[in-house]
Every structure is written in C-alpha cells, then in structure tokens.
C-alpha cells in the first residue's frame, strides 16, 4: 500500500513553495553523509520516508535500483524497501527526510553495514 501524503505546490508572486506534510504526524530531519561516508543497507517496518536531496553528489540504492539523484530530486521510501545513501563526492551530502507513520529510531532493520552495526 503507498501512502505517500500528497505535496502541493502553490505559486506566489515571488515564487513558490512546495508544501510536503499539513497536519500529518511525521519526523522531520536533514541526514548529512561525510565525503566517502554509507548508511546502512536497511528497510523500516514502521514508516515511509520522503528524502528531498540538497546536495549532489550522493548515490542512493533504493529497492534494485541505484540513482545518482541531483540536488532537489525527491524519493519516496515506502516502508519495507531497502535502501541506502552514500557520498561518493569529495564534499558532504545533505538530504532532507520526512518520515512519515510511527517514527522509531530503533525500527532500523540493517541488511549490511560497513560499521558493523546489525540487527534492528
């Protein structure tokens, strides 16, 4: 089931903005990778996550998939998907998560890890 909450767009005389969440409960957080730095290759059983990249520079595995998303690319992590972000520049990547459901830092369940952190 996706249950990605719906964003909106709404034009203003000096531009715009791009509305993600109105009165959902989600968490809402900006993950910074180090240059060379990975995040675990992991899914989540309690939540979806929207990630608005604002950085190039990252390589995001989602699903089978690999990306090499550009700065204000959006991806939708539906809970239960593998995923990973990765650096693979010289500078740090910035990428805006708002997760959406139950947010649990414990609900991490980790596939592989290069910190050698397993488990949920």
């Known amino acids: 089931m996706d249950y990605r909450p ?10 715009r903005f791009d509305q993600y ?8 957080k900006i993950i910074t990778v180090a240059p060379g730095g990975t995040l675990s290759r992991q899914y ?4 979806d996550e929207l990630w608005v990249i604002l950085d190039a520079g990252s390589q995001v595995e ?3 998939e690999t990306f090499h998303p550009d ?8 809970r239960e998907t593998v995923h990973r972000l990765s ?3 010289e500078s740090p990547v910035r990428v805006l ?11 991490i369940v980790r596939l592989e ?8």
Do not use: M
């Open 6 to 15: 719906s964003s909106v767009k709404v034009d203003k005389p000096w531009g």
């Open 21 to 28: 969440t109105h009165n959902l409960p989600c968490t809402v």
């Open 44 to 47: 989540h059983l309690q939540r």
């Open 62 to 64: 989602l699903g089978d």
């Open 71 to 78: 700065s204000g690319d959006e991806l939708f992590i539906p």
């Open 87 to 89: 650096t693979i520049g």
């Open 97 to 107: 998560e708002i997760s959406f459901g139950e947010f649990d830092e414990e609900d």
């Open 113 to 120: 890890d290069v910190y050698g952190r397993t488990g949920p």
